[in-house]
Every structure is written in C-alpha cells, then in structure tokens.
C-alpha cells in the first residue's frame, strides 16, 4: 500500500496482484502523444500498478484501455475494454531502467485544461500540504501555481510544467 511523505496510508483499498495488458497513451509538455504497452502488477478500485520504460511524472495525466475485471470498474461494466483517465501518484525508478507507476483512476474525462495545456500536471488540493506542491520544485517536485477547478467528485490542482527547471 502507498505512503504519503509523512508515512502515513494514503490508499482506500487494498491493491490486488493481477497481471493483464495495458495500453497506456500520454503527452509531453509540447503536445506530442506517445503510446506503450505494459501490463498491469496490481489493481484495485481506486488504481492501478505497472512499469513503464517511458519516464512519467507525479501529476501527469495518463489514458488507459484494458481489460480490468469489473468489481474494479466505476463504469463501463460490460465493455471488453476499459478505458479511463488516470493521475500519477507514484513514481519509482526500477534497478535496469524503467519505473514503477502507480496511478489514481480519474474517469472518462480529463481534468479541465489537459487538452489545452499538455504539459499541465494535477494532483489534489491536499497534496499542497503533503509537499507534493512545493515553491521552487523540480520534476519530481512541481511548482505549484494556484489555480484550481473541479473534476467530478475531486478537486483538482494545477501546476504548470513550464516552471521546471531544465
């Protein structure tokens, strides 16, 4: 299970293993789209866990399609493929190249800006007080800029990859 910064459980559920295929699409800040196959590690109805050999970021905003059992989907039951929006929440670099990422469901529909700005990354307002936000940060660190809006049920925080230092 994820630990925040002070140690503290940040997950609501438990993740299970389970392996299946994963087709993951992004953006870099440019706007440029890539794709990667992957597969799954572990899910549960909050997220997933995969590896990835493309690096990725803490706020970044992912497209998913997979074929995740149904007592893990929040909609799309009966569809053979699943596809969903997801934030990363964790990032680990793997001994050998690649990271280790887990990621939040966020649903069908990207959080307001993600097609405008591309290199927008989001957390939650509360990540602020997890230091995930912080004045001066770096990639692993954003910079955070004060704007927010709202995305179904969460409230969504907005920082701008332009501030990262090169």
Request: proline share 7%.
């Amino acid at each position: 299970m994820t630990q925040g910064s002070g140690g503290a459980e940040r997950r609501k559920q438990r993740r299970v293993p389970m392996r299946f295929p994963v087709r993951v699409q992004g953006r870099e800040s440019d706007g440029k789209t890539w794709e990667e196959m992957s597969f799954c590690e572990d899910a549960s109805a909050g997220g997933v866990g995969l590896k990835l050999n493309r690096p990725v970021v803490l706020g970044q905003v992912l497209h998913l399609s997979m074929s995740l059992p149904q007592k893990f989907r929040q909609y799309d039951l009966t569809d053979p493929s699943y596809r969903v929006y997801k934030l990363v929440r964790n990032v680990r670099p793997l001994p050998g190249g690649g990271v280790r990422v887990g990621l939040l469901f966020i649903g069908k529909q990207t959080p307001r800006g993600t097609e405008s700005r591309p290199g927008e990354l989001f957390g939650f307002v509360t990540d602020r007080k997890a230091s995930l936000f912080e004045r001066g940060g770096t990639r692993d660190r954003p910079h955070w800029q004060g704007r927010e809006s709202w995305s179904s049920d969460h409230r969504w925080s907005h920082c701008s990859a332009g501030t990262y230092p090169s």
